[in-house]
């Protein structure tokens, strides 16, 4: 199974001097590449091979040494693939960390042995913690130069620890002491530090075990209806998308939301084969024993799911701020939600959430890399999971109509108007 | 612990290849849904062969609700062009054919000089002229993470302005994937729904999929010269340079591009099987070993796609 990875720390912690390690080490780097790390080694740095070269492709990167922008990289060992999305520790680039957790299944916190917990540090707890990442790898890096001191790993830890626990949810803190730059305790254990006695980096990444997803029923957003009109396939009419939640058979009983309509399950093609049942995450095209109105938005699930899906217009969601134009009381928005584009107006900012302290601070606006609590009204009803529950259904963003940029990611809480 | 153990252990299962097929057709339908006039950029090449699988499997039982656009640089290999026409019969598809030619000929571009002229930096404006021609708003590539460094920091949406530019510190966030195809008039969008795949994966999804190919990707014999370590092939665009001379070799194309600048490897994989265990144990990329281009600069890639390159 593939475990993706999200890694965060602050600028010059060695975020992707380790991902050069990892990628180095489990020897994914092709000989051309490394013969051009060689080559940029001697033109940026000290003429010593410089493993972050490989991740920091663009030339501004290079030049100043700082990841800018998400690099995405892949490798493998016998035992597991993996995708490492390596995101910037700047401030400024926040909203990368918040993309990178969003699709990730641990986290790597990169914290400098020397300047120990961090603002930055803090910060990457909180997204982790709040994109529902429950899993974090506590790297302590460059144990190189505090002498291996296992007193000031323990400080570290400690204060990690401390912290974890005023997290908006829980996380699962893995620590370990490293060296990225020599390569202690990340594919090798260390001949330094005898004193930890847990595994390697990327041993525990390849035996962590994850959460099974909970059954809480198959649901399907339509994305596009398949109408051939051919004389082969005159009927046909496939309700494309692709398959979240739970498992979907055909004779499954299924509602179609937000209306209040049902019908039955007669015929499942993925890519024009067909098959009995579909898993989730399959991009599968379903057939309806009914000729009722569906179109792209609505929402498929079976009628006997556990935990079905809600239907509202009032929404609350944490929400990470990604532009320079602020998030302010009675702005207008685009929202797009699953399959579902709808115009979104801001009733209520709640909170501002410090990511040092986690505390809430009441506030008119959100800026640039702000978190907070909002509430907005959308123009139409949504079919919505809380984010907690099922994150494909709790999860939207935000869209800028003037200029198109996407704003916001946002992780929905809890709905107004409605008991849920 | 190996490389070459590493990257054979899943090679003779599909693992994974479902999980992404299924990303990837999501992401077209998303695509075909969300604007008004998508094309697909079809090059003859495997991974634009794996894409217009993909997106025929996407809307099955029904036809691609898009075209395919070829931008044809004139220095194709014969077999491509056969391909190309082959599969545009066979998948049922419109094709779109953009030329370089026509470019040079209306004076839009100024063809590169002197024996190691190359039309492949040209087919930037080919292309931005036709998306502007035909009103494209998106074209679908088959562009993956894992082919260089700038690609491997590209959105699978990316966002491209009226000049056609990318711009890699203004781009759109994707959190969980999610996909915001808003523009304005006069940009466009570029999709990657390969994103994900490394060279491993695309080789085993032609293998399972039984995916038509050229037959330049497989091992024959072919007349050769040798330049800066790769093999060029001589007799069209390709002129040998004093000191060069051909020799004849058995070899293969790891990717297909414009013949000036594409270089075989001595290889002796005769089918997708024999390729698979080859590019297992490769240690040199593909970019790296076949595209004189890129190799001009570290940036090389970085500085095309500002400009416009797929």
């Known amino acids: 199974m593939v475990l993706r990875i999200a890694t965060a720390g602050s600028v010059d912690d060695g975020k992707s001097t380790l991902i050069g390690r990892l990628l180095h080490d489990t020897k994914t780097v092709f000989e051309d590449q490394l013969a051009s790390v060689e080559k940029a080694s001697l033109r940026y740095g000290d003429g010593s091979l410089n493993l972050a070269l490989l991740t920091d492709g663009l030339r501004a990167e290079r030049e100043q040494g700082i990841t800018i922008d ?44 020397r300047n120990g917990l961090t603002e930055q540090t803090r910060r990457h707890l909180f997204v982790a913690s709040l994109l529902g990442v429950k899993q974090v790898m506590l790297a302590v890096n460059k144990m190189d130069l505090v002498d291996f001191s296992r007193d000031r790993y323990d400080e570290i830890v400690a204060a990690a620890t401390a912290h974890a626990t005023a997290l908006p949810a829980p996380v699962t803190l893995n620590p370990l002491p490293i060296s990225a730059l020599l390569g202690d305790n990340v594919v090798d254990p260390s001949d330094n530090m005898p004193w930890f006695t847990g595994r390697p980096l990327l041993e525990q990444l390849e035996t962590l075990e994850l959460d099974d997803d909970q059954n809480i029923g198959a649901r399907l957003s339509v994305q596009w209806v398949i109408r051939p009109y051919s004389t082969e396939h005159h009927d046909y009419r496939g309700l494309a998308g692709r398959l979240t939640g739970g498992t979907l058979a055909i004779g499954d009983r299924v509602r179609v939301l937000p209306g209040a309509q049902q019908s039955t399950i007669v015929g ?49 969601a944490d929400v990470s701020w990604m532009v320079d134009k602020p998030l302010e009381v009675g702005s207008r928005w685009i929202i797009k939600h699953l399959t579902r584009t709808a115009k979104a107006f801001v009733s209520a900012i709640e909170t501002r959430h410090d ?31 809380l984010y907690d529950d099922h994150r494909p259904g709790g999860a939207a963003i935000l869209v800028d109509e003037a200029t198109g940029m996407t704003c916001a990611a946002l992780m929905i809480r809890g709905f107004d108007g409605i008991d849920a | 612990m190996t490389l070459i153990d590493n990257r054979l252990d899943g090679i003779d299962n599909d693992e994974g290849l479902d999980e992404l097929e299924d990303e990837a057709i999501t992401i077209i339908r998303e695509v075909a849904a969300e604007t008004r006039a998508p094309v697909l950029l079809f090059s003859g090449g495997k991974d634009s062969a794996v894409l217009l699988h993909l997106a025929a499997k996407a809307f099955r039982p029904g036809n691609l609700p898009f075209p395919v656009m070829h931008v044809d640089t004139g220095h194709n290999f014969d077999e491509v062009i056969d391909y190309r026409d082959r599969l545009v019969k066979e998948y049922n598809v419109r094709l779109v054919v953009a030329s370089v030619q026509a470019s040079i000929d209306a004076g839009r571009v100024v063809e590169e000089t002197g024996p190691r002229a190359s039309r492949n930096r040209l087919q930037s404006v080919t292309l931005l002229d036709a998306i502007a021609e035909h009103q494209f708003d998106a074209a679908f590539g088959g562009g993956r993470r894992d082919e260089d460094k700038a690609r491997a920091k590209e959105r699978i949406l990316s966002f491209r302005d009226r000049f056609g530019q990318w711009e890699p510190r203004a781009q759109r966030p994707e959190p969980w994937n999610m996909l915001n195809a808003k523009i304005r008039t006069g940009e466009h969008l570029r999709a990657f729904p390969l994103s994900n795949w490394t060279e491993l994966d695309i080789w085993r999804y032609i293998a399972r999929e039984e995916v038509p190919l050229p037959s330049i990707y497989y091992s024959h014999r072919r007349v050769v010269i040798e330049r800066n370590g790769m093999l060029l092939s001589v007799g069209g665009p390709v002129v040998a340079e004093p000191g060069e001379v ?65």
């Open chain 1, 268 to 316: 499942i093609d993925r890519g024009g084969v067909p098959q009995e049942t579909a898993e989730p995450g399959e991009a599968v095209s379903i057939q309806l024993a009914d000729d009722i109105d569906v179109s792209r938005g609505d929402v498929l699930v079976t009628v006997a799911a556990p935990k079905p899906p809600v239907v509202a217009d009032q929404i609350v």
């Open chain 2, 246 to 310: 051909p020799f004849e070799e058995t070899v293969r194309y790891r990717t297909v591009g414009d013949a000036s600048c594409t270089g075989a490897v001595r290889s002796t994989a005769a089918n997708v099987h024999d390729v698979i265990a080859e590019v297992a144990a490769a240690r040199i990329t593909e970019r790296g070993a076949t595209r004189a281009d890129d190799n001009f600069s570290d940036s090389a890639m970085e500085d095309r796609k500002r400009e416009g390159y797929f």
């Open chain 1, 70 to 113: 998400v690099a995405y990289r892949y490798f493998a060992t016998p035992r597991r693939t993996f995708v490492v999305a390596d995101t910037p520790g700047h401030a400024q680039y926040t909203r990368n960390m918040v993309t990178g957790a969003s699709v990730s299944d641990v986290a790597i916190v990169l914290v400098d042995a």
């Open chain 1, 355 to 385: 990511v040092v302290t986690a505390a809430q601070h009441s506030t008119e606006r959100l800026e640039l890399n702000d978190l907070g609590r909002v509430h907005l009204n959308v123009s139409v009803p949504l079919v919505v999971d």
